[in-house]
């Protein structure tokens, strides 16, 4: 039985050639590459959320509500922690479409990277599934458990829409 569902979001910033990612300098993630985003506050919805956690990870803003594409939602899990979801909606947003160039905040040191320079090997290891699919356009959605450090996927399910 699951206890608990945190609500989550993934804002990936891309176009055709290069992708923006943060260096989490603390808490859940610090160390790893990723995308933008966060928990969902009380009285906002994922595509407010994920617009809050853009500016407040990399101080861009968002052109227009319609550019911000909802692309898929994975469950994630930990071997130690298994009734407890962190749901994460994914986000995709074209580089054209955001205001401002990014700057460093207490939580994340924003990179741009060619798409052939992508550093899976310091991003969370389920990334090599999904990533790949979003920057090909194709939206997704899946399951995955983690061991309890998050460094060894134990079981993936994920599936094209």
């Given amino acids: 039985m699951i206890m608990k569902k945190q609500k989550l ?6 176009d055709n050639e290069k992708i923006l990612l943060g260096m989490k300098k603390r808490g859940f993630g ?21 617009e809050r956690e853009l500016f407040e990870e990399s101080c861009l803003k968002i052109k227009s509500k319609e550019s911000l594409i909802k692309r898929g939602i994975i469950d994630f899990r930990f071997e130690n922690k298994l009734k407890e979801i962190l749901e994460v909606n994914f986000f995709s947003i074209v580089s054209d479409n955001i205001i401002g160039e990014p700057e460093e905040t207490e939580e994340m040191l ?11 090997k310091k991003m969370w290891v389920d990334d090599q599934y999904w ?8 939206n997704f959605e ?4 983690f061991n309890k450090d998050g460094k060894k ?7 094209k829409l």
């Fill in 9 to 14: 979001t993934l804002i990936l910033v891309y």
């Fill in 131 to 138: 990533l790949p699919l979003l920057l090909s356009g194709k």
């Fill in 110 to 120: 924003p990179r741009w990277f060619e798409h052939s320079e992508i550093p899976y």
């Fill in 142 to 145: 899946g399951n995955f458990l």
């Fill in 30 to 50: 610090m160390g790893k590459w990723n995308g933008f985003g966060g928990k969902v506050e009380k009285n906002e919805n994922i595509f407010e959320a994920a």
């Fill in 153 to 159: 996927v134990l079981e993936t399910e994920l599936k």
